[in-house]
Structure formats: C-alpha cells, structure tokens
C-alpha cells in the first residue's frame, strides 16, 4: 500500500509597509498607470477592467503603477525555483499552470505580476513582484504534483524564495 504524502503550507502574512513602491510617490486620485491601465482610486490599485466608465475618464495616465515601476526596475519581491528530471518532462504543463496562477491574481490585484521567466538547463527561475505570488505558484504545483515546495523568507525585507523540486 502507497502511503500518501501529507501537505502542509507555511503561510505568512504580508506586511505592506515594507514595501518600498508602495509607500513612495502616491499618485493623485484618480489616476491611471501609463504602461498597464491600472486605475487608482481610494488608496488602491484596481484593474481597469473593474473601474467604471465615470472613473476611467477621470482617471489621467500621470504615473506607473507599483508593478510597472519593479518591473522596469526589475525589482523582484518573490523567487520561485523549479527544478528536477520530472519540470523538464512536464515543463509545457508546468508553466500553463503558473501562467494561469498569474492571470487570476492579476484579476483579483493588478500588482501581482511575473517579472522574469527564464530557463536555462531544464532549471525555471521566475520572478515575481510580490512574495505572496511566488508562494501561491508554490503551492499550486505541491498540489498539482503532489510534491512538496520549500519555502524560505527574508526576515529583514520583503521578499519570498520558494523552491520546488522532483525528480521521475
């Protein structure tokens, strides 16, 4: 009889005071961000999806949003490492699924984005603007594949590494 691996995650909840582009330089109300459209309003950051047609004409292109701004300044506050025999066999599923876990944290907060995604020697690096990204993409594939990822967080910033390993 196969004994079945128990999963646990290790949650940690976010602190945004720590976080740099997200304390410096508040826009006007309302605003859009140049690159993506992204509205603010009310002290946050909506899709431009979500904002009504009354606020997205009021709302000017005067700034970057949060994600914008890491991205062009390739300011990464998650790190998610794939590696192992079993992400090179699987890797067009592999990366549908993180590609899909974007889109969906994207709708829900338009700053949780993937920065870079590189692959070199069967190895995935992907860099991601929060460190909550990096740690749902982590889970997702523990579920997905049955095998555990670990995850490791900066006690003085904000930032999240996550590996996930396997092998066959």
């Known amino acids: 009889m196969k004994h079945k691996q128990q999963q646990s995650f290790q949650r940690k909840s976010i602190d945004t005071d720590k976080d740099p582009y997200l304390t410096s330089a508040v826009p006007e109300d309302p605003s859009s961000c140049k690159k993506c459209g992204s509205v603010y309003h009310d002290k946050r950051w909506v899709n431009k999806d979500e904002a009504s047609e009354d606020l997205l004409m009021k ?9 914008c701004r890491k991205i062009r ?14 992400v090179k066999e699987h890797r ?11 889109s969906l944290a994207q709708s829900i907060n338009p ?5 870079t995604l ?8 992907v860099a991601t603007t929060t ?16 095998r555990e990822a670990e995850f490791k967080w900066s006690s003085d ?6 590996i996930w390993r396997r092998d066959g």
Not at 111 to 115: A, D, F, N
Not at 118 to 125: P, Q, Y
Not at 133 to 143: P, T
């Open 118 to 125: 590189k692959e070199r020697e069967g190895v995935i690096e």
């Open 131 to 146: 460190e909550k990204l990096a740690q749902r993409m982590g889970q997702i594939l523990s579920r997905a594949f049955n």
């Open 92 to 102: 067009e599923e592999i990366l549908n699924l993180l590609r899909n876990k974007e």
């Open 111 to 115: 700053l949780e984005r993937i920065i």
């Open 73 to 86: 300044d390739n300011y990464p506050e998650g790190f998610l490492l794939l590696e192992g025999d079993f």
């Open 59 to 67: 709302a000017k292109p005067t700034a970057l949003c949060p994600a």
């Open 157 to 162: 910033t904000k930032m999240a590494r996550v």
